[in-house]
């Protein structure tokens, strides 16, 4: 079993930073991905940006060029770096991570979310 913890989320004024961080412990052979997802009040939950382990990224078009996303693989840890906040960045944000357990199995973890909030 795998556990995802996540931390960093709260209340900022737009234009202002978050970072948010989210940490894999349990049984890990090796994670190929990880990476944040969102999800506002009645819409569906969105990628906003991976990493791999070979160190490439994706980052939805809403938040390029104002969040970064890094991993700290000895840690099995992701942050989140998210500069110049928009209202339209609230939501709740869940770590996701694609472990493998084993040299053969791999399987997709979820944490449980934390709230972001951007106020006008």
């Known amino acids: 079993q795998v556990q995802l913890v996540e931390s960093g989320g709260g209340l900022v004024q737009a234009g202002g930073s978050l970072r948010l961080s989210c940490a894999a412990s349990g049984i890990i052979f090796n994670i190929k991905s990880m990476g944040w997802f969102r999800q506002a009040p009645g819409k569906q939950r969105d990628l906003v940006a991976v990493?791999?382990?070979?160190?490439?990224?994706n980052y939805a078009d809403s938040v390029k060029g104002r969040f970064t996303i890094s991993r700290d693989n000895a840690k099995n840890t992701v942050y989140l770096q998210m500069n110049s906040l928009k209202p339209e960045d609230t939501a709740v944000y869940y770590c996701n991570a694609e472990v493998m357990t084993s040299r053969v199995v791999a399987t997709d973890y979820w944490g449980q979310g934390t709230q972001v909030t951007v106020s006008s």
């Open positions: 990493i791999r382990s070979g160190g490439s990224t």
